[in-house]
């Protein structure tokens, strides 16, 4: 009776660890959805600031066609995964009105015109998620008109798109975003596997070029800032025109005194020579060190407008337009984004090699298993003999 007693506490007792793993299990994946959709909540709340300034009759037409469609998951997951190499080539129309426009853009207009387009982009989102099909096209054209603006910003206009670097668009002043702003703006495109492999390979070629760049210039203003702000030698050149003044010949001068003065004429005119030289010398290779400089610019400009090339290339419109808004209120910045991709290619890499080695781990135990029972299956050497004995004694 206790045997039986306790057999079935026993029982209830992993009953009731089961029950307690189970909630507990349950419990975890309601948190994680918990912070899945506080998260969104925060976007949805960032994208609501934006679309507070968007006309309301726009958004309600907007809402109104939307509200005519439905659309699945799976439509949505299609279209992500349409190519969009036209988009790259598009990126490349920059024309004259738009390269006037941008350069004379200022902070303040630059700002401006980047929170009108992030209205728009937000509400062709917001369209898009309702029904993706028609709105595709527009979203498309809007993010090629965000990325061919902000290419041709750092390509005409550096200085004002290196000052918007850190500034908060709803704030209003530079402050540096948070440490975790820009992995979640490269989380939220879900890029897939082959994207963030492309990704390694991209940085694997562009960061060794920008920093041989980097150093390259620091070289560069080094020995700029060595040359003499003015000219070398205009102060040996006063004193000797002084020195030709105080010694030059009167009629009271003896031969000698006549004698020394051309003399010093003579080192007074070697060293202004030699002062107009030098100054030369300096003008030219300050013109050579600038015109280095302006290759060193222009080859960093190229070297990084290859990540827009990439992303345009590699990426769909839904993944820009969704990269834009978690920027948001930053200007999107490639160089952070594809770091923190290259961090999520590094992490899942990991991942794929430690379930590889589970699985080979996985694989030797099976065959160790198969092994065992095998051997197991098959009769002992010490029973054979006793069966073979048994059969001759019959």
Known sequence: MKKDRVKKLQKQADALCNRHNALASENSELKKRADVLEDLLKQRNALVCVLERVDPDSMAAAISVTQQHDVDSSTQQLLQQLPQQPMASSLTSIDQELVAQIMALSPAKAVDFWVAAVQQLALLMHMYERDPLPVLPALSEAVVSCMRWQLALHIFNP???????????????????????????????????????????????????????????????????????????????????????????????????????????????????????????????????????????????????????????????????????????????????????????????????????????????????????????????????GTAATAVEC
């Open 159 to 385: 200085g004002v798109a290196y000052a918007l670097l850190d500034f908060n668009m709803l704030l209003g002043k530079h402050v540096a975003p948070p440490a975790e702003h820009w992995s979640k703006a490269a989380s939220a495109g879900n890029l897939t596997p082959d994207q963030l492999q492309s990704i390694g390979t991209l940085l694997g070629l562009v960061k060794p070029r920008l920093q041989q760049l980097e150093q390259e210039k620091e070289a560069l203003l080094e020995e700029l800032s060595s040359l003499p702000g003015g000219y070398e030698g205009e102060q040996d050149m006063a004193a000797a025109a002084a020195a030709a003044a105080g010694h030059r010949p009167g009629p009271a001068h003896s031969s000698s005194s006549s004698g020394s003065a051309t003399s010093n004429s003579s080192s007074s005119g070697s060293n202004i020579t030699a002062a107009t030289q030098r100054r030369k010398e300096v003008q030219r290779r300050r013109q050579e060190l600038t015109a280095a400089l302006t290759r060193n610019c222009a080859a960093w400009r190229v070297t990084t407008q290859m990540r827009a090339h990439w992303l345009s290339s590699n990426c769909t419109p839904v993944q820009l337009a969704i990269g834009i808004l978690q920027a948001f209120p930053y200007m999107p910045h490639g160089a952070p984004v594809l770091d923190c991709s290259k961090l999520l290619a590094d992490k899942l890499k990991q991942k794929q090699q430690e379930q590889k080695k589970r699985n080979q781990q996985h694989a030797q135990q099976l065959q160790q298993q198969l092994q065992q029972q095998h051997l197991d299956s098959m009769p002992s050497a010490s029973g054979a003999e």
